[in-house]
């Protein structure tokens, strides 16, 4: 009865509540693209920076990472590599072995990082084949030669085919020290490795250090990227926790992170002034509603219906224009999404070379979580019974015999 | 003797007291018993909408007691006062009385959904009213679709649909023309011939007046006369 009064009431003035409707429509439909387009291209961005880097998770000796020496390695292990794959979201695992030795060509020495790869491992989750810009890529795990950021070569004044002598620091205080031919130079976005990085066949380089068979990480892929602190807290559990520890990517990386949440605070603002705008909307109908109407709810309180009752009215009538809005924005916003899920939009000219010189991949994917379309529903949904709080309000404090005379 | 319907001790109603008082009732005695049919007249800002309202228990007296079928109206809390009048007393107001968007059957039924009734009861209860006032072949029209007296006298039926102790009527006949405002008239007297309603009505129509069986006529909110007289 209640609802059937609310619906017919809010069709008294069509116009009026279409427009409010639609208003609602726009802002759940722009709101739901914005949340989708923006969570797209920071979950893209952060797969390309892990899978370069880190990885979404990465399993390192307990202690490493407070302490990033050859000596705080681990030995690889089959079986370590099946208990993790267990875990159904868990795509890749790369190992790597991370170390820091002098690069000495001519007269040139530098201070690198060397990356011990699989070299075909590594070619699945990045690419990294694909930034070749001179020479070749490696080819497998014993190969004897290494690839360097484009950077790096430049200031050491090398070229592919020249030979590359490093020395370092081994396992357990042994020296390392090997030459190595450079077989090819690799373009990345980012520029500290671009200047720092040499990849080496993994196994060289465990040979090199006297660390057979030793790792410093293996970085985990995972085909979602939402609830990594329970990931990480499963894969943490499946794996003996004295010897592991398994970090996330947000606390490897604190400042990317960070950058994403401070970026994110904009556009929540942005979308804060959205939906401040289809309150006041929303908020004018529901002021009309009740000025128009307060001869005849003055008539309703005098032949009885209790002031709650009335109240209760209004707030349906917020909440049924505000859902009908709801309502066909989600629809629209999830036919859009999932256009532009099977249709990424590629970027091209000149974005598209900043993308890809930031090793970025110059696609702009949106993200179709559930999350996004539940959460604008009930931010508006929320909103419109905040705002029909005010007419309540209004009816509670209406007297009968002024409300009908005005 | 008739059982005593209205009693009103000493009622005035002060508006502005703090800045420019306006005495709009003042120190009333009123003694309504079952079954009456009486007319309140008198000139424009006498009193006779401030003195129905308190009768009703729409607005508060500034002073005295007001006791409805033995109940002292004055004395309750706002929400029993609604409940009270849900189930005691009608009401008609000058115009725009119904809800818009219902139908003249659901305006009627409302008051009795409102008091939980039924739907069946309620069906039948709401078409003998629109019969009572001679609107059986409307019940489905919007009040948009009715004439002004037909719309008066679907407020005549709402207000008889929870059987109330009295019916309030301020004016109901003042939009209306002569002919609609008789039809009204005489539908009223009827109601209270045969089904011993009672009734009081505001009114400024001399041939609305003679219909009337006891005639109260207020001056500068005082009563000036009450007399009863053999209707028209
Ligand atoms: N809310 C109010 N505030 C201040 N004064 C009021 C208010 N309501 C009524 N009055 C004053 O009280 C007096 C009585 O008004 P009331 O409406 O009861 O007269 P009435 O007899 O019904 O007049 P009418 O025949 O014009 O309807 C008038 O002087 C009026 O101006
Ligand atoms: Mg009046």
Redesign the interface.
């Known amino acids: 009865?209640l609802l059937k009064?609310a619906w017919?009431?809010i069709?008294?003035n069509k116009r009026r509540t279409i427009i409010t409707a639609t208003s609602v429509f726009f802002a759940v439909l722009l709101a739901i693209i914005f949340r989708s387009l923006t969570d797209g291209i920071y979950d893209n961005m952060i797969h390309n920076v892990v899978s370069y880097s880190s990885g979404y998770l990465q399993i390192h000796q307990k202690g490493y990472w407070d302490e990033q020496s050859i000596d705080n390695t681990f030995e690889e292990d089959e079986q370590l590599y099946q208990e993790l794959l267990k875990n159904p979201n868990v795509t890749h695992l790369i190992p790597r072995l991370q170390t820091f030795a002098l690069a000495s060509y001519a007269d040139k020495t530098k201070g690198v990082l060397i990356l011990g790869i699989d070299p075909t491992k590594e070619k699945v989750v990045n690419n990294l084949h694909e930034k070749i810009i001179d020479g070749q890529y490696i080819e497998n795990v014993n190969e004897n030669a290494v690839v360097l950021g484009e950077g790096l070569a430049s200031q050491l004044k090398l070229k592919v085919n020249d030979k590359l002598v490093f020395l370092g620091q081994g396992y357990h205080a042994s020296s390392a020290a090997g030459k190595y031919k450079v077989k090819g130079l690799v373009k990345l976005g980012a520029i500290e490795l671009n200047n720092n990085v040499v990849y080496m066949p993994l196994k060289q380089s465990q040979f090199m250090h006297g660390a057979e068979n030793r790792l410093s990480s293996i970085s985990v892929m995972l085909d979602k990227t939402k609830n990594l602190e329970k990931l990480k807290q499963s894969l943490q559990k499946s794996i003996d926790p004295d010897t592991y520890e398994v970090m996330t990517w947000k606390e490897m990386m604190p400042e990317m992170d960070q950058f994403i949440e401070a970026d994110s605070t904009g556009h929540y603002i942005i979308i804060g002034i959205l939906y401040f705008i289809i309150s006041f909307g929303l908020f004018g109908t529901l002021l009309m509603m009740i000025f128009e109407r307060k001869?005849?709810l003055g008539?309703?309180?005098?032949?009885?219906?209790?002031?709650r009752?009335l109240a209760t009215i209004l707030l349906l009538e917020s909440i049924l224009i505000s859902l009908i809005g709801c309502f066909v924005g989600i629809i629209a916003g999830i036919l859009v999404v999932k256009w532009f899920t099977i249709n990424p939009i590629h970027l091209t000219g000149e974005i598209k070379e900043v993308y890809e010189d930031y090793g970025i991949e110059s696609i702009i994917y949106f993200s179709s979580q559930e999350k996004i379309f539940i959460v604008q529903t009930l931010i508006v949904l929320v909103l419109s019974i905040l705002l029909a709080f005010y007419p309540g309000y209004k009816v509670m404090k209406l007297?009968?015999?002024e409300a009908?005379n005005s | 003797m008739a059982k005593t319907i209205i009693d009103a001790h000493n009622v005035s109603k002060t508006f502005n007291p703090k800045t420019v008082p306006v005495h709009a009732v003042q120190n009333v005695h009123l003694h309504i018993e079952e079954g009456e049919f009486i007319a309140l007249v008198g000139p424009s800002g006498s009193g006779k909408s401030t003195l129905l309202n308190m009768m009703g228990g729409l607005d508060e007296p500034t002073a005295g007691t007001v006791f409805i079928d033995g109940v002292e109206i004055t004395k309750l809390s706002e929400n029993k006062l609604i409940d009270f009048r849900l189930h005691n007393i009608g009401f008609v107001f000058q115009s725009f009385n119904l809800i818009p968007v219902l139908t003249a059957k659901e305006n009627v039924g409302f008051v009795l959904q409102l008091q939980h009734m039924s739907k069946k009861e309620r069906e039948k209860r709401v078409l003998n009213l629109l019969k009572e006032v001679g609107l059986e072949d409307k019940i489905n029209s919007k009040p948009g679709e009715l004439s002004g007296g037909q719309q008066q006298r679907v407020a005549v039926a709402r207000a008889l649909a929870s059987k109330p102790k009295i019916i309030l009527a301020d004016e109901p006949t003042a939009n209306l023309d002569s002919k609609a405002a008789a039809n009204l008239l005489d539908i009223m007297a009827k109601l209270n011939k045969e089904e011993k309603i009672t009734f009081l009505f505001s009114t400024h129509d001399q041939r609305v007046i003679k219909k009337a069986r006891r005639v109260i006529t207020l001056v500068d909110g005082k009563i000036d006369s009450d007399v009863e007289q053999s209707p028209t």
């Open positions: 009865m009064l017919l009431n069709w008294r001869h005849e008539i309703l309180i005098a032949i009885g219906m209790k002031k009752l007297k009968p015999v009908i």
